[in-house]
């Protein structure tokens, strides 16, 4: 059975730019949840979905950042305008039922760079 | 808010200790807590997961132990080898779905 995949595995870009970061969560995983850690500190979470719909968004830092996950499959994390403080390592997890009651499954995370 | 420390930040130890990795959380009131590996350039990889009415969990050579009432979990390793070298982590699950993460103990087992 496959992993949870992320891609892209490294991504450097410019302040201003937009970056698509995706997530594949392994399959019949209704569960989908973002985190992310920047350099220093511990990781943090972001969002999560259950099926397409977004659960908790409750640690989106701001409306800079972007998540979707269209018939509730993969999913894409948009940063746009990209600034210098979201540079950090981006994971993705899935789980089959609620975290309350389920290991979430990590996939290897995007380390995203921005100059 | 859930806040999650972890003591040491690093340990280095020579193979075949048995060695101890602490974990501490502020607020009591949550759902399960969680021990994480992590290798350079990977991702998290679950180790144990005890939910809040258990006091512990045992894969192998890991026994994790939580004590609600007082915000402390252990992750004790027997018998170190090399191959445990890694950053172990530790999450509290106290939302709904939120994971609350400590920043981590970085172990060198050296053969």
């Known amino acids: 059975e496959a992993g949870v995949t992320q891609f892209p595995s490294h991504s450097v870009i410019e302040k201003g730019q937009t970056v698509t970061l995706r997530c594949d969560p392994i399959?019949?995983?209704?569960?989908l949840y973002w985190y992310r850690r920047v350099m220093g500190k511990e990781i943090k979470f972001l969002l999560h979905f259950v099926k397409e719909s977004k659960q908790d968004e409750s640690g989106m830092p701001n409306n800079r950042f972007l998540a979707e996950r269209t018939g509730g499959t993969y999913s894409t994390l948009k940063v746009q305008p990209a600034e210098l403080e979201d540079s950090g390592v981006y994971f993705c997890?899935?789980?089959?039922?609620?975290?309350?009651?389920?290991?979430?499954?990590f996939g290897p995370g995007t380390r995203l760079t921005v100059l | 808010k859930q806040e999650v420390t972890q003591i040491p930040a690093a340990l280095s130890v020579p193979e075949g200790e048995n060695l101890v990795l602490n974990c501490s959380f502020t607020?009591?009131?949550?759902?399960?807590l969680q021990w994480f590996r992590q290798d350079p350039g990977k991702g998290l990889t679950s180790l144990l997961l005890i939910q809040s009415s258990q006091r512990e969990q045992t894969s192998g050579r890991l026994n994790a132990s939580l004590d609600k009432s007082s915000g402390r979990s252990t992750l004790y390793i027997a018998a170190s080898q090399p191959g445990d070298s890694a950053t172990y982590l530790c999450?509290?699950?106290?939302?709904?779905?939120?994971?609350?993460f400590g920043k981590g103990t970085m172990l060198l087992v050296s053969p």
């Open positions: 997890a899935s789980s089959q039922q609620l975290a309350s009651t389920d290991t979430q499954y």
């Open positions: 607020d009591s009131a949550i759902y399960n």
């Open positions: 999450a509290v699950l106290s939302g709904y779905s939120t994971l609350t």
């Open positions: 399959s019949g995983h209704d569960n």
